[in-house]
């Protein structure tokens, strides 16, 4: 009995650690100007992906542990098409070696399209 008291304790005791942060980006295909991959230049750095948007000035970065191909692909086949846009949900605190992870990357028929 005193040992389960004691379990007891112990686990009110530690503190959480496991919590996961999602960030969402949604970025209409008329915005989109273009996409590139840039594959790892060392061992354990991050595959990253940078779409430019068609102001030529703004672009958007992702890092991810897993290579980035497809989700490439899925938004080059979205690029200029106003009644689409594409959904990047990165996990900001995975646990992976760089931290960070791309968990879906999809595109959508758009219900609004004054992008």
Known sequence: MRLLSILAALSFA??????????EYRIGGSEIASVTNA????????YTMTITLTDGRQKLEFESDDDLADCKATIENAIGDRNSYV???????????NGTLVTSCQAYPALNTDF
């Open 14 to 23: 530690t503190s959480a650690h496991a919590y996961q942060k999602f960030e």
């Open 39 to 46: 594959d790892p230049s060392e061992t354990e750095a991050p």
């Open 87 to 97: 959904a990047v949900i990165v996990d900001v605190n995975s646990q992976t070696i």
